[in-house]
């Protein structure tokens, strides 16, 4: 089990290595000069320019560049934003408020997905298992941006229960509806997929056999039936934590949260390479780890899942 | 249909801005707070992460230029209406429009207890001019002599020689030439003095800047992305004393999560209501709204280094595209009132401003004339029918997609020619291909004022070889009426002269005036005495609770 997640770690550098480089890259291409850009529709001064270039290293070719920057990520000191803030600071900035907010959305559409799938999928073709479809179906299509603004307008404005924007601190209460709004389309696939998984589940020879053996349904639904059909609906989760740390730019930017969705934005509109770079990379490692997390869960979830040889 | 919301809305504001000025002036004496309304209402504002350090003179953009003009004051500040008082100055004289004596006040202190004098001044703009601080914002100091030596690239000149200290009140200005309108610029940001510990740690001081203006930074005021917070400073005295216990910037990253905010009183003042809100805003908000224009433009510039659109033809051909936008149809459909059919190149809360120039003609509606100067234009040189005309325009802020489109209809249908908008992706972009004369057709162009006065809406843009002549325009003679203008004995003689420069610029059409921009901005039941000045931001410090 060690060498495995030892060589799940060391598999994560070249991955690194290949993000960043691939980013740095797409923003280097991005047309337009940043600090051509700076300077708005005021004429340029020459001087100042080139003097900032410098800086920020956007005299250098491509392949300096990334090498600067990489140099700046080993000594620990990410370089600076057009600010003047070490990206280090901003990122410790940023990043807890989405992570907040992801997981929040995690939990909302793990736990409401699963129950409601779990019930959905044992009173197969029953009312409420059609309702639950229906209302998911309609969910899954509706663009989340959508049903952010209606939230917002419906509940934070009219009714008033909840601020339309958060607040300056974006607590965990500020937070529950826009991780609604976050999480809704994927509660709607993990309900489906939990449903789907479930009715298989319940016609498999192995639930039939505990049934006779005289077990207690809530020990069948529990044992048996949830947990091999939990599998499936892990793997969406895991590979959903970092779709939504990523993906939270449009809710974030509805309910003006002041996470890494709004940073990245900014950063690629005035084309701060470094900025970008950052953000994404650290985004990708998220999504590397909560895969690693995945992969292990299955051990736990399908003892006949090995991973040493 | 005499009394619309608007002119009502219009109306209260009007009174609500004479009763602040019939105020202002006793209320300086008697101390704040005698215009009524709570003075002890912390005003929640909308606002922008700032792009730089918050460095007066490394600072160019909105988001910032907002808080630093509330922190930091300079020689004058402009009243509402745009007319300069003076803040910091005693004095300042000049006859001959090229060497200036100023006196600056006594007893004036930094909050950090610092005094401010004649260095404190001649300090902070040699370190705005020097090439080797890098600020944003050098430009401004590019009339004074010796500012060329200081900025230019590698210099290591640190001062200019056209600005000498006297004595610890007093110091003199020499600019390289006449020009009258200078005192005018003393109250745009770049202008402000710093402490002496900002030139030695700038970066450090503009996380935290230390100001002399009505409001300071609180401390640990700067939450970045989040909010920028500010108190009354209890030592400023000059004219824009803050009648308010503070101004808290909330940072949004878009307008309709402000306007959102608006509605459900979470915010106090939006200083600009969202493009998808125009249509209702008024019934949303009441009479809680202003419509006011301020100084600034929109245009569209055409590059004369293309060859359809030099020389003589260019020329006929730029009247014949003026003449055939119907300017009055786009400001009432696409923008609901929220911008004016421009009627020359400046804008109209201007001291000076004229709507009546010769040429003014060149930007009313006219099919017919349109299509005889096309033709006419054709008969000199041909217009290629394959040829498209394009208008780029930055698709990422600003909502320009909806006018572009609607001013390539008219053109279309009216001089039958193959017109397109050309999105570009970012703002960056556009500016890009506009500064490297790169273009391929026209560009949308506007300009906000710096400093209220017509020539800071014609000299930078058109003069021949100006850092902002996105068209490339060059013309002897337009050149010669500005200086002219500049050279003239008084402000009035000056905006003559300028209005005169104008008759050229209408029948040359460098640029093609669009619209004058109109502020609409809304706030909040709790406060009250809300005015925006003539450069369209809201005078916070005048706000009040109910």
């Known amino acids: ?309 | 249909m005499r009394f619309s919301r608007t002119s009502k809305a219009l109306g209260m504001v009007a009174i609500a801005a004479l009763a602040l000025t019939g105020c202002g002036a006793s209320g300086s004496a008697s101390g704040s707070g005698s215009t009524g309304g709570d003075t002890s209402k912390v005003i929640l504002a909308d606002g922008s992460e700032p792009q730089r350090p918050l460095m007066p003179a490394d600072t160019n953009e909105v988001g910032g230029g907002k808080v630093i003009d509330m922190i930091f004051a300079g020689l004058v500040s402009y009243d509402p209406s745009g007319k300069p008082v003076n803040e910091l100055a005693e004095s300042i004289e000049g006859k001959d429009g090229q060497n200036f004596t100023i006196k600056v006040k006594k007893d004036q202190k930094f909050t950090n207890g610092e005094a401010i004098t004649a260095k404190s001044f001649v300090d902070s703009w040699n370190f705005g001019a020097a090439a080797k601080n890098a600020q944003l914002s050098g430009g401004f100091f590019e009339s004074i002599k010796g500012y060329d030596e200081a900025s230019a690239e590698g210099s290591t000149v640190e001062t200019m020689s056209g600005l000498k200290v006297v004595d610890d009140q007093t110091f003199t200005v020499e600019l390289k030439q006449p020009e009258s309108d200078w005192p005018l610029r003393l109250g745009y940001t770049a202008f402000v003095p710093v402490p002496s510990g900002a030139l030695k740690d700038p970066k450090g001081f503009g996380e935290k800047p230390v100001g002399n203006g009505p409001y300071k930074l609180a401390d640990g005021g700067w939450q970045h992305n989040v909010q920028i917070q500010l108190v009354p400073n209890p030592d400023y005295n000059g004219p824009r004393k803050a009648k308010n216990a503070g101004v808290t910037f909330k940072i949004f990253q878009n307008d309709d999560a402000a306007y959102q905010d608006l509605l459900s009183n979470n915010l106090d003042i939006l200083q600009t209501i969202p493009t998808s809100a125009l249509k209702n805003f008024k019934s949303d908000l009441g009479e809680r709204t202003i419509n006011k224009p301020y100084a600034g433009n929109q245009t569209i510039a055409i590059p004369e280094y293309l060859p359809e659109w030099s020389g003589e033809a260019g020329k006929l051909r730029r009247q014949a595209i003026s003449m055939a936008i119907n300017r009055d149809e786009i400001t009432k459909v696409i923008f609901s009132g929220a911008r004016q059919p421009a009627k020359d190149f400046t804008a109209p809360v201007l001291d000076g401003y004229s709507d009546s120039i010769p040429g003014a003609d060149n930007l009313k509606f006219d099919a017919t004339k349109a299509k005889d100067a096309w033709t006419k234009a054709d008969g000199i040189q041909k217009w290629d029918a394959e040829k498209t005309f394009t208008i780029a325009y930055n698709a990422d802020k600003g909502g320009h997609k909806a006018w572009v489109e609607a001013v390539v209809n008219q053109l279309k249908n009216t001089l039958g020619i193959k017109v397109e908008g050309k999105p570009y992706a970012t703002f960056k972009e556009a500016r890009n291909d506009a500064t490297a004369k790169t273009l391929t057709g026209s560009i949308r162009s506007g300009w906000q004022a710096d400093y209220p006065s017509l020539y800071n809406f014609l000299g930078p843009i058109y003069k021949t070889g100006a850092g902002s002549n996105d068209a490339n325009y060059a013309n002897p003679t337009f050149d010669k009426a500005i200086s002219d203008g500049l050279n003239a004995a008084s402000v009035s003689d000056g905006n003559k002269a300028m209005n005169k420069a104008q008759e050229i610029l209408l029948t040359d059409l460098p640029a093609i005036p669009l619209w004058y921009q109109v502020a609409q901005g809304g706030w909040s039941d709790k406060v009250t005495n809300v005015d925006y000045g003539w450069d369209g931001v809201p005078l916070y410090y005048n706000v009040t609770g109910k």
């Open chain 1, 1 to 309: 089990m060690s060498t495995y997640i030892l060589r799940r770690f060391l598999q994560l550098i070249p991955v690194f290595l290949g993000a960043t480089l691939l980013v740095y890259f797409l923003v280097f291409s991005l047309p337009g000069d940043p600090i051509v850009a700076l300077f708005g529709d005021k004429p340029v001064n020459e001087a100042v320019a080139a003097k900032l270039r410098v800086q920020y290293h956007l005299d250098q070719p491509f392949w300096m560049q990334y090498l600067f920057y990489l140099q700046s990520i080993f000594t620990f000191d990410l370089g600076q934003d057009f600010s003047g803030r070490p990206i280090a600071t901003v990122l410790g900035e940023v990043f807890p408020v989405t992570a907040r907010l992801a997981i929040m959305a995690l939990i909302f559409e793990g736990v409401f997905g699963i129950v409601f799938g779990l019930i959905a999928g044992l009173r197969k073709g029953k009312f409420f298992d059609a309702t639950v479809l229906v209302a998911s179906l309609i969910v899954i299509g509706i663009p989340i941006f959508v049903l952010g603004f209606l939230l917002q307008f419906t509940i934070g404005v009219q009714l008033g229960w909840a601020k339309p924007t958060v607040s300056s601190a974006a607590t965990v209460q500020d937070l529950i509806l826009p991780a609604i709004v976050l999480g809704l389309g994927s509660f709607a696939y993990v309900l489906r997929l939990t449903r789907t998984s479930v009715i298989e589940n319940m016609n498999a020879d192995y639930v039939r056999t505990a049934t006779a053996k005289g077990l207690s349904r809530f020990r069948v639904v529990r044992v048996h039936i949830l947990r091999n059909s939990l599998i499936p609906v892990i793997t969406f989760l895991g590979a959903d934590l970092g779709a939504l740390m990523g993906g939270a730019i449009v809710t974030e930017g509805i309910f003006n949260i002041p996470g890494v969705g709004n940073r990245l934005y900014r950063a690629v509109l005035s084309g701060e390479g470094p900025t970008v770079v950052s953000i994404v990379t650290v985004l990708v490692l998220i999504y590397c780890l909560s895969n690693l997390l995945v992969d292990l869960l299955y051990a736990w979830l399908d003892p006949r899942i090995r991973y040493d040889n």
